[in-house]
């Protein structure tokens, strides 16, 4: 059996990923590497073969076939030979700082995940490794602090689960409420209707308003489907930069499309999609889903543990303000109040946001090692405030306790990641390296090296650190960007 790369330029880690999950998934026939792909003796398990991640065809005795992910890529893909990360439901919402899904579904072959086992992620943001072990069978469920997250991790779900069929009715339905002239409703939350009138012109205002309401009346229970398609083009429309995390003034100009015409675009891709994934694939699986809660306290919760396996990519220290740049879709959506925003932030894992009191606590904690960390972590953050300089602003006189409280935090989710699994399961993450200037130095925070000692500490054994490549970013936060990853795997001891 030969097995065929994609058209598209491989990173030095997707061969090596390649080469693990074949190796998970076929660990008897001899392998070895081709010029145009990967060669095994004999003729394994075709249907296996289709599930491989980073293989385009599968050259057996009966032929030549395409595998799972090469149908879901063409489907998604514009042109040019590249990876394509928006199939299936993946484009339904340009969520910040997503997984990619092709190492989430990498790392359910290497971890040899079958139809019917259970996956963590307990920082699931919007659902990608959730979506992946809907497409191999298995059932997926995820945490959240993040109440978009959630909800949009859910609606990806759900219209995977739904018959495309349903999908494309609710459509057609909803075009015919929105056709003629429809009075903008009232909301009673003023506090709402003056923060979304500060960030919004009229018209658009007008619209996404008649919109919401629209959706509710004439989708029903498939409401958030569309709320999720919908949210997705919020900051496209809006008075804020759509290219900048931060929340501040756009000078582009707003687009030329109405916003109407662009969500009902979007609708038909996005079912378009979903769609070809059904087809593929059958629909996804209604058991799987998201809940809000903490990561760091799993124990007594609803999940259904033990879970067969976990896979994240967590936060990682002082990391850009992502809630704050989805405020607009939490306050559309009515997820939260326009006064909670920095709240919710400052609730996160990673967060720069801290007020009153608690800077202060945090540095006695840091003093005294209050969360027994080990060594190198706590050495590392007190070489860190010693280093502080009397010009260093108020954020990098933060980075010290900022730093301690991170990993305080990551340390209770390692635990309670460990409480939930069965014995020897396994766990991967993948963790950015970033840095701080303090006292006109750079340090670097090896952030993926501290979170695997932080595991190997609370009930984890660590079998290996992988190094992964990124893509190249620019614009505005180009500098503080993550220039390098690591895939760090664990197994529960």
């Known amino acids: 059996m030969k097995l065929l790369w994609h058209g598209y330029r491989y990173y030095a880690y997707e061969k090596e990923l390649a080469l ?8 008897e026939p001899p392998l070895r590497e081709t010029l145009g792909g990967l060669e095994l003796h004999g003729d394994p398990s075709h249907d296996l073969a289709a599930r491989l991640t980073y293989v385009a065809k599968v050259h057996h005795n009966d032929g030549i076939s395409e595998t799972h992910q090469s149908c879901l890529e063409n489907t998604a893909r514009k042109g040019k030979a590249r990876q394509a990360t928006r199939y299936s439901v993946h484009g339904l919402h340009e969520y910040k700082g997503k997984f990619n899904p092709q190492v989430a579904k990498a790392l359910l072959n290497m971890f040899g ?11 699931c943001g919007s659902g990608t490794a959730l979506i992946e ?36 009715e609710a459509h057609r339905g909803l075009v015919a409420s ?37 959706i509710h009346t004439a989708t029903g229970k498939l409401a958030p489907v569309f709320l999720t398609i919908a949210s997705n083009l919020l900051r ?49 699986c209604a058991s799987s889903r998201a809940m809000l809660g903490d990561a760091t306290v ?22 850009l303000p992502y809630v704050d740049t989805q405020r607009l879709s939490l306050v559309w959506l009515k997820l939260g109040r326009p006064d909670d925003i920095l709240r919710l932030e400052a609730t996160l894992v990673g967060s720069r946001e801290f007020h009153g009191q608690r800077r202060n606590n945090l540095r006695a904690a840091l003093e005294v090692n209050q969360a027994e960390l080990p060594e190198a972590e706590v050495s590392f953050c007190r070489r860190l405030a010693d280093a502080v300089g009397n010009d260093d602003g108020f954020r990098r006189q933060a980075v010290p306790v900022l730093l301690y409280r991170y990993f305080r935090n990551m340390q209770d989710a390692f635990r309670a990641i460990r409480r939930v699994v069965r014995e020897q399961a396994p766990f991967a993450f993948i963790a950015g390296c970033n840095h701080s200037v303090l006292g006109g130095i750079r340090y670097d925070i090896e952030t993926p090296r501290h979170l695997a000692n932080l595991a190997a500490s609370n009930g984890w054994a660590i079998e290996e650190e992988l190094p992964l490549q990124t893509y190249h970013r620019y614009g505005y936060h180009m500098n503080n960007a993550i220039a390098r990853e690591t895939l760090v795997v664990l197994r529960a001891s």
């Open 236 to 284: 496209d429309y809006s008075l804020q930069d759509p290219q900048d995390l931060r929340v501040r003034r756009r000078k582009s100009p707003l687009p030329s499309t109405p916003f109407l015409a662009s969500f009902h675009d979007a609708c038909r891709r996005s079912i378009t999609r979903i769609e070809a994934a059904q087809r593929l694939l059958g629909e996804g």
């Open 113 to 123: 995940i079958m139809p019917g086992q259970r996956v963590l992620d307990p920082f």
């Open 178 to 214: 929105l056709s003629g002239k429809v009075a903008s409703p009232a909301d009673a939350d003023d506090r709402r209707n003056r923060y979304l009138r500060s960030w919004f012109t009229f018209e658009t205002l007008q619209a996404i308003e008649v919109l919401r309401c629209k």
């Open 20 to 27: 693990r999950e074949v190796t998970a998934l076929f660990p």
């Open 298 to 319: 799993l124990a007594g919760s609803d999940l259904p543990s033990p879970f067969d396996a976990a896979i994240t990519s967590p936060p990682y220290a002082m990391a």
């Open 133 to 168: 072990c809907a497409h191999v069978g298995a059932t997926g469920y995820g945490v959240d602090i993040n109440p978009l997250a959630v909800f949009v991790s859910n609606a990806k779900l759900q219209a995977l689960a739904t018959p495309a069929g349903e999908l494309w």
